[in-house]
C-alpha cells in the first residue's frame, strides 16, 4: 500500500509513519495540503493519505475532488481531542487514528480503509485451476481479460497478477471505467494539460503515465465508450498516449490488465466493442467462476473474512459455529464474494456468546440464510466428493500432464499458437510439432480463431 503523509513530521507523527512502514506500507511525505494535491496530480499515486487534524482536510478533500482525485483520508493527531477528531471526520476523513500511535492500530485502521489487504484464499480446484494459469502468465508481459461475475473478485486476481509479475515492485494503478462519466475517463486514462478545457488549472498526469513501469487495470473495460475504445488501442499498440490539449506524445511503459462481467465477444457482435481491441487485450484469458461453483472456498474465505473484520472492529475472532458453516455452504451467493463478505462483515458486529452462530449470519435484507435442506446438502457431499477425485492427479504420465497443459493454454490463448508458445516457454516450431503428434492420435486441438491466430 502506498501510503501519503501530510504534516510535519516529528515527534509522534513521525513514530506513525515508521509503524505504518512496518506494515507494509510505501511512505511517502509532505508538509501541506497543497503540496499533497500537487503531489497527486503530479502523478504521485497513493492508496491513503494520513493528514494531521490541524490542517485543513476539507480543503484538501475539496482541491482532490476538483481535480477528480479520490484518495481515502485518515486523520491523526496528538491527544485526541473529542472535538477536533469529531471535525475531521465530518470534514470527510473517513477514520482517525489517536498519536501516540499503536502499531495494531495503525495496520488495522490501513487495512480497513484501504481495503488492500486482499490476498488470494484458494481452496477448491475450480478456482486452483485459474491460479494455475495465472501463474503461468504472471512473469511474461502478455495483456490478460479477466472475465467473471460482479463481485467473484476479479481485481483482486489481477493484483495477484501483478504481485507475480516482474513489475511487483512498480506501482499497481487501477481504474473503474464504470465508475466515471464518459466525458471525462479520457483526462483519468491519459491526463491533460493546463487549459485543455474548462477547469484544467494545471497538468494532470493521467492513469497511463501514474502507472508507468507497473500494472494498469482497466476495470469493466466493457463500459467504455467506441471513440475512447480506439485511443486506448492506440496506446497498447504504441506504447505512447497523448495528453488532452498535448502537444506531443508521451512514451509509457506498462502492462494492460482488463476486466468484464459481460460477454465481449457479444458485445463485438452488437458492434459496442471493437474486436481489434478485444483481441489485444485478451491474448490470456483467466475466467474467474462464480463463488456457488467453487464451494469449497466459501468457508475458507468466510473465516478470513472473520478475521478482517475483528481486527478491523476492534473485537475477539470468534469461531464459526458447525450450523453456520453448513447455511454458509448451502448458500447460492448471487452477489459472489462480496456478498459473502459483506455477510460476515455483519456477523462479526451481530454475534453474541463465544462463536459465530446461524443467527447473526444475515442477508442484506436482515433474513438469516435459509436452513441447508437435505437435497441441498446432498450435492454439497457431491460437489466435495467430486473435488476430491479432481485432486488426484496420480497415474498421469509426465506426456500426459504435457499435453494437457499444452490444450489448457492454446484454449485460453484462444488458438494463438504465438502466444500459447511465448506463454509455455517453448518455440512455436515445437509447440507445432505437439500439435501435430496429438491430432495425428486423434485429440482435439483448439483451432485458431480471429486475425492473428496463427494455424499449426
Keep these: 500500500m502506498r501510503l501519503l503523509v501530510v504534516g510535519k513530521l516529528d ?22 495540503v497543497a503540496a499533497a494535491t500537487h503531489a497527486l496530480r503530479a502523478g504521485q499515486g497513493a492508496d491513503l493519505l494520513l493528514v494531521d487534524y490541524d490542517l485543513d482536510i476539507a480543503a484538501l478533500i475539496a482541491a482532490n475532488e476538483g481535480e477528480r482525485i479520490r484518495v481515502p483520508v485518515v486523520a491523526c493527531g496528538v491527544g485526541a481531542d473529542p472535538a477536533r477528531a469529531a471535525a475531521a471526520i465530518r470534514a470527510g476523513a473517513k477514520e482517525f487514528i489517536p ?11 490501513l487495512a480497513a480503509v484501504s481495503d488492500d489487504n486482499r490476498p488470494m484464499v484458494v481452496h477448491d480446484p475450480n478456482m486452483q485451476a485459474v491460479l494455475k494459469l495465472a501463474d503461468q502468465v504472471a512473469a ?40 466515471i462519466p464518459e466525458n471525462l475517463l479520457e483526462s483519468e486514462l491519459f491526463g491533460h494539460e493546463k487549459g485543455a478545457f ?57 502492462r494492460i490488465l482488463a476486466t468484464s462481467n459481460r460477454d465481449l465477444a457479444q458485445a463485438v457482435k452488437e458492434g459496442t466493442f471493437r474486436e481489434d481491441l478485444l483481441y489485444r487485450l485478451n491474448v490470456v484469458n483467466l475466467r474467474l467462476p462464480p463463488l456457488r461453483d467453487r464451494p ?22 470468534k469461531p464459526l459455529s458447525t450450523e453456520a458453516r453448513r447455511r454458509l455452504a448451502a448458500h447460492r451467493w448471487p452477489g459472489n464474494v462480496r456478498e459473502l463478505e459483506n455477510a460476515m462483515h455483519r456477523a462479526v458486529l451481530l454475534s453474541v456468546g463465544d462463536e459465530i452462530t446461524e443467527d447473526a449470519v444475515r442477508l442484506p435484507d436482515g433474513q438469516p440464510l435459509s436452513p441447508a435442506d437435505a437435497g441441498a446438502r446432498a450435492a454439497q457431499a457431491a460437489s466435495f466428493a467430486a473435488e476430491a477425485v479432481q485432486r488426484s492427479f496420480v497415474g498421469q504420465t509426465v506426456a500426459e500432464m504435457e499435453q494437457q497443459l499444452i490444450i489448457d493454454t492454446l484454449e485460453h490463448c484462444a488458438g494463438n499458437r504465438t502466444h500459447a508458445a511465448n506463454i509455455l516457454g517453448i518455440s512455436i516450431r515445437t509447440l507445432r510439432n505437439k500439435l501435430k503428434e496429438y491430432t495425428e492420435a486423434g485429440v482435439a486441438v483448439p483451432a485458431p480463431q480471429g486475425a492473428g491466430a496463427h494455424a499449426a
Excluded at 99 to 109: D, N
Excluded at 160 to 170: C, F, G, L, N
Design 11 to 32: 515527534g509522534q507523527l513521525s513514530a506513525a509513519v515508521k509503524m505504518a512502514m512496518s506494515a507494509g506500507a510505501k511512505v511517502s511525505h509532505v508538509e501541506t
Design 140 to 179: 511474461s508481459e502478455a495483456s490478460i481479460l479477466i472475465t467473471g461475475e460482479s463481485g467473484s473478485g476479479k481485481e483482486v486476481v489481477a493484483r495477484y497478477v501483478h504481485q507475480k509479475s516482474r513489475r511487483a515492485a512498480k506501482p499497481f494503478i487501477s481504474v473503474n471505467c464504470a465508475a
Design 198 to 254: 474548462t477547469g484544467a488549472l494545471a497538468r494532470r498526469i493521467g492513469k497511463f503515465e501514474e502507472a508507468n513501469g507497473g500494472t494498469l487495470l482497466l476495470d469493466e473495460i466493457s463500459e467504455m465508450d467506441a471513440r475512447l475504445q480506439a485511443k486506448l488501442l492506440r496506446a497498447i499498440q504504441e506504447r505512447e498516449i497523448d495528453r488532452v490539449g498535448g502537444a506531443k506524445p508521451v512514451r509509457v511503459d506498462i
Design 296 to 317: 469449497g472456498d466459501i468457508v475458507a474465505l468466510a473465516e478470513f473474512f472473520v478475521k478482517k473484520y475483528a481486527a478491523a472492529n476492534g473485537v475477539p475472532e
Design 99 to 109: 498519536l501516540p500511535p499503536e502499531a495494531a492500530l495503525i495496520a488495522a485502521v
